[in-house]
């Protein structure tokens, strides 16, 4: 419900400041790429410390 809330709320604030959408696409795009490098990160000290063959083949991709 609360999330459902915050949509609406968005699409009313994005209705009446459009620009608003292009900083909320830039936002979310930059925190999946932060995202991805922190996983990334995270699987590589993984790797290190267990030395997991799975994980090792889809790097070396």
């Known amino acids: 419900m609360l ?8 699409g009313i604030l994005i209705a009446a400041y459009p620009p608003l959408l ?3 696409v830039a936002a979310v795009l930059f925190l999946a790429g932060f995202f991805l490098i922190f996983i990334g990160y ?3 000290k993984a790797d290190r410390k267990f030395g997991n063959s799975f994980i090792d083949f ?4």
Do not use: D, E, P
């Open 3 to 10: 999330f459902g809330i915050i949509l609406i709320l968005a």
């Open 22 to 24: 292009s900083w909320i």
């Open 42 to 44: 995270q699987f590589r």
């Open 58 to 61: 889809f790097f070396k991709l």
